[in-house]
């Protein structure tokens, strides 16, 4: 066994969740777990006992009252302890607010005395105490990001960085908040003595090792990797739900966090992660109360734990096929084969950037071609040049943060200027900047390349004139095309661009079915299914718009349940 201590907090970066030991590792006064000792039993526990393992669900939240607990992860060379919890201090991570497969383990250092609490009485104690919730809370979210940043806890991902596959499995686990080592240099020779202890071939990769169980996944599809790391959460079937939300974008999140937080059963069905487009944002400057900024992804994970505190089931990667009612109960068909009911729907799934339209353009997604622009694409482009293709705030957002990464980035629209689209700070950033170029009326004519992009054609259209430049990376970021294909086939009304009509649209369309009272502000054209956030017909397109309306549809929502209860 080797020891792996947190390092020294003076030599980190102040950001980094290590350098506030204070926050991340609290310690609680003897009047709080008084308090605690109400939800949970005392135990006496011996050396070397084992309270949790990784990958087990629904692990109990310890307070250490003597002794201490040594929280460990599973490595190729051994086990390795990361840091120690002494007396007063607690056990857990966000995996305590769901019913996932947890990172890493603990068991006891030194023989002593602890409270354990269940899953159930602890939900029940961060409510009652929403002192110690905070500290929790908090510490909780902290411990998440240190072990991402420190690779702790983590998967290995063996795969090229020119591999879209890789970048499909690398993408699914970072925005879900999942820590991950990713090697890609596959002559290295750490890569190639971790493939030939795993018996890996090139063939096989990418290749995601979990070294406690001793699995390794070879070429796995985004299914079979939230299976095996426990991202993939059973559905209680057994009874229907107040609310399904579908999609888990701030919309979405807001509206399952309000529901949730007023007492009714709630889940939310999403694809891939939470966050929808919002959470591939680099930084957000313009939503409230956050004024330096905050990442989409950072935003979207805390929504996430916020919804999870007070009960919501997040489902992922679930896609929803289909909607049909049934004696005012509606039933969701899942690409996986389930189904649930609810009372009531909440249709958030958002809305994708549009593509270019080129024939060779499926050719490069994931290989040249990108919709996001994060940490992780933002390795990729290291020194290279890039071309953004949009005018709007998050094409803004994305050409200032790889502007820090990236030796140019190019920025192309079809109008003549930013102005009608992009937030006025944005804008003084791009013009301020060396490292950014703006060419207007100009758009991308054709993509060359082999397995990935090599070069791009663009053409100005007000003169004619074309050029070629050797670029590798292209984020698009123009216009938006709503999520709304699986809803074809039912009788929610949208307009000619598949956007969804709620309240006012739906009168106008003549769809509204009841003669007893109106739809209400954000319902569809079928009473009890509601629309928030970017996939709504005419909506404001913007975060803070779709948070809010996701507080709305809550409001609404227990207007129409009441309403049935009376009928």
């Given at each position: 066994m080797?020891?792996d201590?947190?390092?020294?907090?003076?030599?980190?970066?102040?950001?980094?969740?290590?350098?506030r030991?204070?926050?991340?590792f609290?310690?609680l006064s003897d009047?709080?777990i008084?308090r605690?000792?109400?939800f949970?039993?005392?135990?006496?526990?011996?050396?070397?006992t084992v309270?949790f393992?990784?990958?087990e669900k629904?692990?109990?939240?310890f307070?250490?009252l003597?002794?201490?607990?040594?929280i460990y992860e599973?490595?190729q060379?051994?086990?390795?302890?990361?840091?120690?919890?002494?007396?007063?201090q607690?056990?857990g991570?966000?995996?305590?607010?769901?019913d996932?497969?947890i990172?890493?383990?603990?068991?006891?250092?030194?023989?002593g005395?602890v409270v354990?609490?269940?899953?159930i009485?602890?939900?029940?104690?961060?409510?009652?105490?929403?002192d110690?919730?905070?500290?929790v809370?908090?510490?909780f979210?902290?411990?998440?990001?240190g072990?991402?940043?420190?690779?702790?806890?983590?998967?290995?991902?063996?795969?090229s960085r020119?591999?879209?596959?890789?970048?499909r499995?690398?993408?699914?686990?970072?925005?879900n908040?999942?820590?991950?080592i990713?090697l890609?240099?596959l002559?290295?020779?750490e890569c190639?003595?971790?493939?030939?202890?795993?018996?890996v071939a090139g063939?096989d990769?990418?290749?995601?090792?979990l070294?406690?169980?001793?699995?390794v996944?070879?070429?796995?599809?985004?299914?079979?990797v939230a299976e095996?790391?426990g991202?993939?959460?059973?559905?209680?079937q057994q009874y229907?739900?107040d609310v399904?939300v579908v999609g888990?974008?701030?919309g979405?999140?807001?509206?399952?966090?309000?529901?949730?937080?007023?007492?009714?059963?709630?889940?939310?069905l999403?694809?891939?992660?939470p966050?929808?487009q919002?959470g591939?944002?680099s930084?957000?400057?313009n939503?409230?109360?956050f004024p330096t900024?905050i990442?989409?992804?950072?935003?979207a994970?805390?929504?996430q734990i916020?919804?999870?505190?007070?009960?919501?089931k997040?489902a992922?990667p679930?896609?929803?096929?289909?909607?049909?009612s049934?004696?005012n109960?509606?039933?969701l068909?899942?690409e996986?084969?389930?189904?649930?009911t609810s009372?009531?729907?909440?249709?958030?799934?958002g809305a994708?950037?549009r593509n270019?339209?080129?024939?060779e353009e499926?050719n490069?997604?994931?290989a040249?071609?990108?919709y996001?622009?994060t940490a992780?694409e933002?390795?990729?482009c290291?020194d290279?040049e890039?071309?953004?293709?949009?005018?709007?705030?998050?094409?803004g957002?994305?050409a200032?943060?790889?502007?820090?990464?990236?030796?140019?980035v190019?920025?192309l629209?079809?109008?003549g200027?930013?102005?009608?689209s992009?937030?006025d700070y944005?804008?003084?950033?791009?013009n301020?900047s060396g490292?950014?170029?703006l060419?207007?009326?100009?758009?991308?004519?054709e993509?060359?390349?082999d397995n990935?992009?090599?070069?791009?054609?663009?053409?100005?259209?007000?003169s004619?004139?074309?050029r070629?430049?050797?670029v590798q990376y292209?984020?698009?970021?123009i216009?938006?095309?709503?999520n709304t294909?699986w809803?074809k086939?039912t009788e929610?009304?949208?307009?000619?661009?598949?956007?969804v009509?709620t309240?006012?649209?739906v009168?106008?369309?003549?769809?509204?079915?009841?003669e007893t009272?109106?739809?209400?502000?954000?319902e569809?054209?079928?009473?009890?299914?509601f629309a928030?956030?970017?996939?709504?017909?005419?909506?404001?397109?913007?975060?803070?718009?779709?948070?809010?309306?996701g507080?709305?549809?809550i409001?609404?929502v227990?207007r129409?349940l009441s309403d049935?209860e009376?009928r």
């Open positions: 080797t020891k201590l947190i390092p020294d907090s003076n030599t980190l970066d102040p950001s980094d969740p290590y350098a030991l204070s926050q991340t609290p310690t009047e709080q008084e605690v000792k109400f949970g039993v005392t135990e006496k526990l011996d050396q070397g309270v393992e990784r990958g629904t692990v109990d939240f307070v250490v003597s002794g201490n607990i040594e599973h490595r060379e051994g086990i390795k302890v990361l840091t120690v919890h002494s007396e007063k607690f056990t991570e966000v995996d305590l607010f769901n996932r497969k990172l890493v383990g603990g068991r006891m250092g030194e023989e005395d354990r609490v269940n899953r009485n602890f939900r029940k104690l961060i409510t009652a105490e929403p110690i919730g905070e500290i809370m908090r510490a979210i902290l411990r998440r990001v072990l991402i940043s420190h690779e702790q806890g983590s998967v290995t991902l063996i795969g020119d591999s879209r596959e890789t970048i499995i690398e993408r699914f686990l970072r925005r908040g999942y820590p991950v990713l890609s240099d002559e290295s020779e190639k003595r971790i493939l030939n202890t795993c018996t063939d990769l990418p290749a995601v090792l070294y406690n169980e001793k699995i996944l070879k070429k796995p599809t985004t299914l079979e095996h790391l991202l993939f959460e059973e559905i209680d229907p739900y399904a888990a974008g701030p979405g999140l807001s509206a399952a966090l309000n529901a949730a937080s007023e007492g009714l059963r709630t889940i939310v999403e694809t891939e992660a966050g929808g919002a591939t944002s930084k957000i400057e939503y409230l109360g900024g990442s989409g992804q950072a935003l994970g805390r929504a916020q919804a999870q505190k007070f009960g919501t997040i992922l679930r896609a929803v096929e289909k909607i049909t049934n004696s109960q509606f039933t068909d899942i996986s084969g389930e189904t649930i009372r009531a729907v909440v249709i958030a799934s994708r950037y270019l339209g080129l024939e499926k490069f997604e994931n040249g071609l990108y996001a622009a992780m933002a390795s990729l290291e290279e890039v071309i953004i293709v949009g005018g709007g705030n998050s094409a957002q994305a200032v943060f790889l502007s820090k990464y990236a030796s140019h190019h920025i629209v079809r109008s200027g930013l102005a009608a992009m937030s944005l804008i003084e950033r791009i301020s490292f950014i170029t060419h207007t009326r100009t758009e991308i004519i993509l060359r390349g990935r992009l090599k070069q791009v054609v663009w053409k100005n259209r007000e004619g004139e074309t070629e430049l050797d292209v984020f698009l970021m216009g938006a095309v709503p294909g809803l086939e929610v009304g949208m307009d000619e661009n598949g956007f009509c309240g006012s649209d009168v106008n369309n003549k769809n509204w079915p009841l009272r109106p739809p209400m502000m954000l569809t054209s079928v009473p009890g299914i928030v956030g970017d996939v709504r017909a005419n909506s404001v397109k913007r975060v803070t718009s779709a948070v809010g309306e507080g709305m549809a409001n609404s227990h129409y049935l009376e």
